[in-house]
């Protein structure tokens, strides 16, 4: 549905991105991660030909998407980042808007009107102007004005920031029945639990290349960390320290103010060995905690930074 | 396109400071005027004066016959009253009389003060001193005619007065302005949809942009938008103007409609140009929008009355490239002048300049592709 040929894309000496390369297939939720100014909606501008770019190919619907590409763009609906809704209209009257920007014949808007409506639990506001409105409502307005006019294609770009985390996984759960109902979804996020939680295809972005791509189990096994094994309130020697960097499977230790995290590789018994070796040592601690690998590890093994960073 | 022309017409007319500046900031104004001139004077008031005869010369005797066909004239300018020179100072120190004519070989005039009445007189000297020759061939050759030239010449100079910018009615002035002001501000509707129009100002505009919409369809809904609300803003000015202050507009109302379509069409596009400057801030855009209407509104005459004539002196260029100047210029041309040549080269002047800035504004609101956002 959407290929990203060697896209480049400069701001003077700054390259933001970097020979991008992207398959989207119909029928994905394609997660693209990264953290903030890693390049992500200079990725989306370009695909929706609103944003020059200097080499690269960009394909959508099996056409080169230009400006003019009006018949591509019917069949795309976007959620940009920013809330963008008239302040002078009303719920109604801004998916009205926006919805006619697609659709052309009175009737058949009514109805995907009243659909977008439901579809974002929208149906008390409908009347209420968007500064009546709280930052989760908002955020849904901005998803029904995007998603109205039913597109093949929906591009949502950061649609969570700065929302709730009720109204966050209203979000995820209408993205995913979207998904669900037939659209395809390309998803921008530095939030990696949503990625995780529901895109089926994910590429990992940082400085405008994409340093990773696949489902998340295969963008996780690509790393060595197979578990991070965290312990709270305990007090170790270095010969200690030591001693666990040395259990079978550890492969890094970080000790810091009194917290230890030991990443190591996937295998089974990994935590019971640890407990077995402070109970032997007779070692006092705190909480403990065992966590499958996450894509901000996978992130963290590939850059060496944190997601968030 | 009447989907988007639609709802372009309604976030205008709901928003708030669009409405106050485009509409009832000038009906304030006018309100304002209204109550600071009193109510309009369209006669003009006859003017005290003394006359001192100094000699007996053909010249002097010429000069009082020019004042007393004057005097006697409909418009009843002057009232004049011959004196004595003491006596004529005296009344003059008093303020009973504007000002002494002192006819002799070469008339002369003496004034209170620097005023409109005082300005009148003046004009009347200047306009006998410059055809005093053919006043004394007249009045030698064929004396029945004198009165005859003389308000021949009388018309004349009450034609050159208004020429230098010098209304009849001094007050009227300050509305033709608020008329030229009104157009200007429009351009706080052309901003308001240019900025709705732009991917790379606003998120609406970007949500428009990458549409299934072409832009030119988007830029001629909003423009025509734009303007029609402009339009009824300017036809709500015209009718208070006229209807509830009661100033006299008159003159051809065509021609009048004719001055605000193309004084409002600039105010607009101005507008809409201002709201490209996608690397300015909104509020230096605003002021921009401010700045504009009030300054090109103050030399159009808005605020200090003399001054379009005064540029008219000393830079007539200035009264010609500015908008509202012309647009004020145009409106004295059919109501004060009544002059078709004037009028039609004023209009000349706002449909190109119209031309311009929408030709500007659409070639850069029309890039559907970016280089930045």
């Known amino acids: 549905m959407v290929k990203v040929e060697n896209l480049v894309k400069r701001y003077g000496n700054f390259v933001a991105l970097d020979h991008l390369e992207l398959k989207i297939s119909e029928g994905e939720v394609f997660g693209l991660l990264g953290p903030n100014g890693s390049g992500k909606t200079t990725a989306i501008s370009c695909m929706l030909a609103l944003l020059k770019y200097d080499k690269g190919n960009i394909e959508i619907l099996g056409e080169r998407i230009k400006p003019s590409s009006y018949n591509i763009k019917k069949q795309i609906g976007i959620v940009p980042q920013n809330v963008a809704v008239f302040e002078e209209l009303s719920v109604i009257e801004n998916i009205d808007y926006f919805c006619g920007l697609y659709i052309k014949n009175k009737k058949e808007r009514k109805k995907l009107i009243s659909d977008a409506i439901e579809f974002t639990g929208l149906g008390k506001y409908t009347k209420m102007r968007p500064k009546q409105l709280s930052g989760g409502l908002l955020r849904r307005l901005n998803i029904a004005c995007g998603i109205a006019h039913k597109p093949k294609l929906v591009i949502m770009d950061e649609p969570t920031v700065a929302v709730d985390p009720q109204s966050r996984n209203k979000i995820l759960e209408g993205i995913q029945e979207l998904n669900r109902n037939g659209s395809t979804i390309i998803y921008t996020s530095h939030y990696m639990e949503e990625v995780e939680q529901i895109c089926t295809k994910i590429a990992i972005i940082d400085a405008g290349r994409c340093i990773a791509k696949g489902t998340k189990e295969e963008l996780k096994s690509m790393i060595k960390t197979g578990e991070t094994i965290t312990v709270e309130s305990i007090f170790l020697s270095e010969k200690q320290l030591s001693e666990i960097h040395a259990l079978q499977n550890v492969f890094e230790v970080h000790y810091e103010n009194n917290i230890l995290v030991a990443r190591c590789s996937s295998a089974k018994h990994n935590l019971v060995r640890f407990m077995d070796y402070l109970q032997d040592n007779n070692i006092s601690f705190g909480k403990v905690f065992s966590e499958l690998p996450t894509l901000n590890d996978v992130f963290l093994e590939i850059t060496g930074k944190k997601l968030r960073d | 396109m009447l989907h988007l022309i639609k709802y372009c017409l309604v976030t205008i007319i709901r928003q708030k400071q669009t409405v106050f500046w485009s509409m009832l900031f000038p009906i304030l104004l006018g309100t304002l005027f209204y109550v600071s001139f009193g109510s309009q004077k369209t006669e003009i008031e006859t003017i005290n004066v003394a006359l001192v005869e100094n000699d007996n010369s053909e010249m002097s005797k010429n000069f009082i016959n020019y004042l007393e066909v004057i005097e006697d004239s409909d418009e009843k300018l002057i009232k004049i ?102 157009c200007m501000f429009g351009s706080f509707i052309g901003y308001l949809v240019s900025v709705q129009l732009q991917a790379n100002v606003s998120p609406v505009g970007l949500r428009r942009a990458i549409s299934a919409n072409s832009k030119l369809k988007q830029i001629v809904a909003s423009t025509l938008s734009a303007v029609f609300v402009h339009y009824i803003d300017l036809a709500v000015l015209l009718l208070y103007l006229q209807f509830v202050l009661k100033i006299d507009l008159s003159g051809n109302i065509f021609k009048l409609i004719g001055i605000c379509l193309a004084g409002g069409f600039i105010g607009v596009s101005t507008g809409m140009l201002v709201g490209t400057f996608s690397k300015l801030p909104d509020g230096i855009r605003i002021g921009i929008l401010v700045i504009t209407g009030l300054f090109t509104s103050f030399l159009s005459g808005l605020m200090v009355g003399g001054i379009k004539g005064l540029i008219e002196d000393k830079c007539p260029l200035l009264n010609k490239i500015n908008p509202a100047s012309v647009i004020t210029d145009a409106i004295y041309s059919i109501t004060v002048y009544d002059d078709p040549g004037r009028y039609a080269l004023n209009i000349v002047i706002l449909v190109a300049m119209s031309l311009i800035t929408g030709a500007v504004t659409f070639i850069i609101s029309r890039r559907e592709c970016y280089d930045s956002i």
């Open chain 2, 81 to 182: 009253e011959k004196l004595s020179k003491e006596k004529a100072v005296k009344k003059l120190e008093k303020l009973e009389v504007t000002g002494v004519f002192y006819a002799g070989t070469e008339p002369e005039l003496v004034v209170a003060g620097n005023n409109i009445s005082s300005s009148i007189l003046k004009s009347l000297l200047d306009t006998f001193n410059r055809q005093a020759q053919m006043y004394i061939d007249i009045a030698t050759q064929n004396p029945g005619k004198f009165e005859e030239a003389v308000k021949s010449g009388y018309q004349e100079f009450a034609t050159e007065t208004t020429l230098t910018g010098k209304s009849v009615d001094g007050a009227v002035q300050y509305f033709f302005s608020l008329i030229g002001m009104a």
